[in-house]
């Protein structure tokens, strides 16, 4: 089944694009025409075409039309020409055009180009979607408003735009299972698969298997590994510390040549994975040492993740988070939380950061009636606000809090809070104004 597709035509009045016209609508197109190029510009301007067909004399409109997209809805544009010279066809694709095809072509083939086309700009515009509603869950899946997970953001972002490895660092429960979706799911590869590969008590050769496949040996049948099964995707190697030196050799070969060969073959294999490699901290130099040789070894662009003790401030909106986030799940009608319920809960240390907090607060939920179980006696002398705080007043009464607990020293308050001192001397400002 072909697609269909509403096709502009644009170039001046000539017997091709009229015949070009009539084989489109008996294939079921929608097919308008303009000679003009501020006409043609309008039209892509406005979105009213998924193909643009451009005659010879409209490809010095091109800069021009390509500028009329903006920010709107991806389409795809085709050189109808037979005249262009190699350079021309190599300026044109540059230029954004996705196809150059010789008018006077038999009809399948004019017709496979438009229908190529039409599918390959349905895939962009369905990518585009997926890709704003994963940048919105990006944001609820790195929840926070502090510096270091600003920082965390930023770098997935940038690590998700580039083409090479990515290391992902950070203690248990920091949230790294997160980060190495994102990466894939910000991602050009977002459509292909995402496989993720448990490192951690794996026997080497099975490991070895499993990525690379193995060649036909007597009776054993030839099988595929990820490295070929994912092609396009992304491959996750989780808790990648514990990979053998020799198979982070072969894994770092195939990522840069692009290619691998299955155990026991010779045969050179074309791959098209990225790898995106988690590995947890801890203070043993032998992780530490771990770490740098990945790092070093695939030339990897590193997100670590901070430990919660980093980024207190974010507690009181990872509270919210998750409440909100249970309630939905389990049809729980949550009350409010108060300031006064939540702030305790930043002076705790979290060993097992954000996912122990997750946890805490989905059982303290489940086992009340809702309510916050928390030590209130921390809190004496802090004005905590209305049980329906906002945002603002809960930053507030937090950064207040610390302030006392630091017996009003900013510097040290300023590094606790994970903020500079500029910013929170801005803010006590604001504050003794109100």
């Given at each position: 089944m072909h697609s269909i597709a509403r096709v502009l035509?644009?170039?001046?009045?000539?017997?091709?694009?009229?015949?070009?016209?009539?084989?489109?609508?008996?294939?079921?197109?929608?097919?308008?025409?303009?000679?003009?190029?501020?006409?043609?510009?309008?039209?892509?301007?406005?979105?009213?075409?998924?193909?643009?067909?451009?005659?010879?004399?409209?490809?010095?409109?091109?800069?021009?039309?390509?500028?009329?997209?903006?920010?709107?809805?991806?389409?795809?544009?085709?050189?109808?020409?037979?005249?262009l010279s190699t350079s021309?066809?190599?300026?044109?694709?540059?230029?954004?055009?996705?196809?150059?095809?010789?008018?006077?072509?038999?009809?399948?083939?004019?017709?496979?180009?438009?229908?190529?086309?039409?599918?390959?700009?349905?895939?962009r515009r369905e990518l585009a979607i997926l890709r704003a509603r994963v940048s919105d869950a990006a944001r609820i899946a790195l929840v926070g408003r502090s510096p270091a997970i600003g920082r965390v953001r930023e770098l997935v972002s940038r690590a998700a735009a580039g083409r090479a490895p990515v290391l992902v660092t950070g203690e248990r429960g920091t949230g790294k299972d997160i980060v190495a979706r994102l990466v894939h799911d910000l991602s050009d590869r977002a459509a292909r698969p995402l496989v993720t590969v448990r490192?951690?008590?794996?026997?080497?050769d099975a490991l070895e298997r499993e990525l690379f496949g193995h060649a036909a040996t007597g009776e054993v049948r030839a099988r595929a590994g990820l490295l070929e099964e994912a092609w396009g995707g992304t491959i996750v190697l989780d808790d990648a510390s514990a990979l053998p030196t020799s198979l982070r050799a072969q894994l770092a070969r195939a990522s840069a040549s692009r290619s691998s060969r299955r155990v026991g073959g010779q045969e050179t294999i074309p791959v098209d994975v990225r790898l995106v490699l988690v590995a947890r901290e801890s203070a043993a130099e032998s992780d530490a040492a771990s770490i740098e040789d990945l790092l070093v070894r695939f030339s990897a662009t590193v997100v670590d993740v901070p430990p919660l003790r980093e980024r207190r401030s974010d507690i009181p909106l990872l509270v919210q988070h998750f409440r909100r986030r249970l309630a939905a799940e389990h049809g729980l009608d949550l009350p409010a939380v108060s300031p006064d319920d939540i702030l305790p809960l930043t002076a705790r240390e979290w060993?097992?950061?954000?996912?122990?907090?997750?946890?805490?607060?989905e059982r303290d939920a489940l086992a009340t009636d809702g309510r916050l179980r928390t030590d209130r006696g921390a809190l004496q002398g802090v004005d905590l606000g209305s049980s329906q705080a906002t945002l603002e007043q809960l930053e507030r009464a937090y950064i207040m809090h610390?302030?006392?607990?630091?017996?009003?020293?900013?510097?040290?308050?300023?590094?606790?809070?994970?903020?500079?001192?500029r910013t929170l001397y801005r803010k006590l400002k604001q504050y003794r104004s109100e």
């Open positions: 035509v644009a170039g001046r009045d000539e017997p091709n694009l009229h015949a070009l016209h009539r084989l489109l609508e008996s294939a079921g197109h929608t097919v308008s025409r303009t000679a003009g190029a501020e006409e043609a510009a309008r039209l892509v301007s406005a979105g009213e075409a998924d193909v643009v067909l451009l005659a010879h004399d409209a490809l010095t409109s091109l800069d021009l039309l390509m500028e009329a997209q903006g920010g709107g809805a991806p389409m795809s544009f085709i050189a109808l020409s037979s005249t021309q066809v190599r300026e044109v694709l540059r230029a954004g055009v996705s196809d150059v095809v010789d008018p006077a072509s038999a009809e399948p083939t004019l017709l496979a180009a438009v229908e190529r086309a039409a599918r390959e700009g349905q895939l490192c951690a008590g794996a026997q080497p060993a097992g950061n954000v996912r122990e907090l997750e946890h805490w607060v610390v302030l006392q607990l630091e017996s009003g020293h900013q510097s040290r308050t300023a590094s606790r809070l994970g903020i500079d001192r």
